[in-house]
């Protein structure tokens, strides 16, 4: 008995260990009990583990946006910025670009990378202008005399004096050449003597056409119902009609002459000005063309991109031109921003790359272009619009590679399912400015400082493992309380 007891012992002695770190002891069957109450906890607490897997599992098939603030590392010297800009009421050949910004640089009527287009009064696309050019001089002619002794043997450029003279005159003339000047303009003294001798040349050869000039600070309704925005303009009627485009050549006796003789023989009528000239003879009735002529608005679209330094400046659509003085009573800048970007435009990035990026990214993260399709009016002369405009730097990492050990967005940089483009944010009010001063549609912008970087953020395998493992063992323990504290609180009372 005593060695069957020695080997009883020996033997749970060297089996001890094994027993000893075992977590998961059981209770015998028979040393338990089942209760009503303890089988409405499993239930309750299978379904909540169900429920709480599910949700779990989903949340970790999905994905969510996450953004955060870094500095702007960017190394790049110059922005470019895209834009597409319809003026109504200015016409291409004033139509100047000019930039300025915080380093210095005051670029004037930039010309690179920009295209011109004339609008009809519909708004739609009627001339090619060309790409834009440095504004062309236009050749002046001097003279020995003076206006003063030019009108010694007579007054030959028919001043008008007031509107209805001015209506009297274009209709009851076949051919009218007119010069709206205004008395300041330096442009306009230097063609007087010029604008005086061409209608004695005029006279001299007996040209079917009646030469005149309009003083528009004099006769200022009349030159505003003109629409006359630069002095000088140079206009042809034709019974009554304007015809256009304006007369833009150089302004010498010989190019004036040289264009009237183009403009009355471009109509069969008046093939034969030259004979019938020599002959005296009454050069007759044309037929009227219809009424308003060929149309020209004077709408004006400019689009295309410049670039400009990384720092604060502005760029601005000023009516200029090199051989006028605009008319700023009649200089109107309202504009449609068709399209407005910083950046490389989408087409130039990878188009099905990014494309499949942006799917990805809400709405409220893709501020690339907030002016696009805006109309900014003003309907009083005098006046224009100036845009603030705050760029900020944005990164998309679509890679899905969430933070790092400390909590910091990890970017990949240059990879797979990323993109870098620029978000801004714009305030636009009117300006007013001088009588004198010709307005400006001024668009200043500044670059932000910090980067926002927009990213997926997945989670990892083992954040859901022990997800779930919390779901189980928590929901597991929270009911297994509650079952033992309501059991002894019925019981008692039972007993009680």
Known sequence: MANGSGRRDGSHSGGSFLPSIDFYRRVPRDLTESTMLGIVMSIIAFILIVVLFFSETIAFARSSIVTSLIVDESIDSQLRINFNLTFWE?????????VLDALGTNRQN?????????????????????RNREQREVVHEEHSESLQQLHENGIHAVPLLSEDEFNAFIKGSEMVFIDFFAPWCIWCQRLHPTWEKFAEEVADKNMPLKVA???CVEQKDLCTAQKITAFPTLRWYRQGVAEYPEYRQDRTVAALTEFSK?????????KDWEKRALEAGDPGRMPRRPEGGRPDH??????????????????????????HNLNAAMTNLTHLVSHLSF????????????????????HKYRQFNPMDHTLFLTKKYHQAYHHYIKVVQTHFDMSGRGKDD???????????????????????QVALYDEMAVPEARFSYDLSPMSVLVQKESRRWYDYVTSLCAIIGGAFTTFGLIDASLYRVLKTKKFD
């Not at 200015?90 to 000019?98: E, G, M, N, T």
């Open 90 to 98: 200015l016409h291409c050949d004033y139509v100047a670009i000019d």
């Open 110 to 130: 930039v010309t690179k990378n920009i295209e011109k287009w004339q609008l009809d009064a519909e708004g739609q696309r009627r001339i090619f202008s060309g």
């Open 213 to 215: 000039t309009v003083n």
């Open 262 to 270: 183009r403009k009355l023989e471009m109509d069969a009528k008046y």
């Open 298 to 323: 004077p709408g004006c679209q400019v689009s295309g991109y410049i670039m400009v330094n990384r720092v604060p400046g502005n760029f601005h659509v000023e009516a200029r031109s090199k051989s």
């Open 343 to 362: 950046g490389d435009p989408m087409e130039v990035l990878n188009q099905r790359e990014g494309k499949r990026i942006l799917k990805q990214v809400p």
């Open 406 to 428: 400390s909590g910091r967005f990890l970017m990949q940089k240059d990879g797979y399912n990323t993109m870098s483009t620029y978000q801004f944010l714009r305030q636009s």
